[in-house]
């Protein structure tokens, strides 16, 4: 199955994507995960995508693709992924397409969590707090929000018009929540 997670930052993503994808046994990707352990590791990609992280500003489409490029052609992906974070832009929806065209494949579904703004800004200020991650200050996180209503929100409209998207309510317990992304994707 080869499923796209979108929803805005503090959404809830990262937490479902990685009970999703073990219940959906496919590999989960996430962009952000792989930049910040980029970051950390202190390779050239990292020292890149650091610059824009810290500013809450997307790192640019062709740095983004060609690693995703790269990680959709691991064969553990070969059968299968949940996309965490990835794309975010028109022109990543346009990569990812030609990507999986490539192979004779597509996508099976986008799952869109939709939450509450208010709550979303509290969480990721306590995520701030817990995790001391350098990219959720108040200011960093407003500007993420920002750009998601932007520029990711609308890809949506895309991916409807083609049959492909489930919204998800994203608020509630982490279990319920999990339920109701796996009973629309029919498990
Ligand atoms: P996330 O963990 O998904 O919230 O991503 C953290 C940060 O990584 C984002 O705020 C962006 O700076 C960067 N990032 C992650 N995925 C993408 C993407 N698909 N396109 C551009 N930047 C991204």
Redesign the pocket.
């Known amino acids: 199955m080869r499923v796209v997670l979108m929803g805005p930052?503090g959404a809830g993503?990262?937490t479902q994507a990685a009970v999703v994808s073990g219940k959906l046994a496919v590999p989960h990707i996430?962009?952000?995960?792989i930049?910040?352990a980029n970051v950390s590791e202190g390779t050239e990609l990292g020292r890149t995508?650091k610059r824009?992280?810290d500013a809450?500003?997307?790192?640019p489409?062709e740095v983004?693709n060609a690693m995703v490029r790269d990680r959709l052609a691991a064969p553990d992906a070969s059968a299968g992924f949940l996309l965490?974070?990835?794309?975010?832009?028109t022109a990543?929806v346009g990569e990812l397409d030609d990507m999986l065209a490539a192979r004779g494949t597509s996508l099976d579904h986008v799952v869109e969590l939709t939450v509450d703004v208010d709550e979303v800004v509290a969480r990721l200020l306590a995520r701030a707090q817990e995790q001391g991650r350098s990219?959720d200050d108040e200011q960093v996180v407003r500007r993420?929000l920002e750009l998601y209503a932007e520029q990711t929100a609308p890809l949506t409209d895309s991916y409807a018009a083609r049959g492909l998207l489930v919204r998800i309510d994203g608020m509630g317990s982490i279990d319920s929540v999990t339920d109701r992304i796996l009973s629309a994707l029919g498990g």
Request: hydrophobic share 15%; aromatic share 14%.
């Open positions: 930052p993503k990262g996430s962009t952000g995960d930049f910040r995508a824009y992280m809450g500003d997307y790192v489409d983004t965490d974070g990835y794309p975010r832009t990543q990219d993420r």
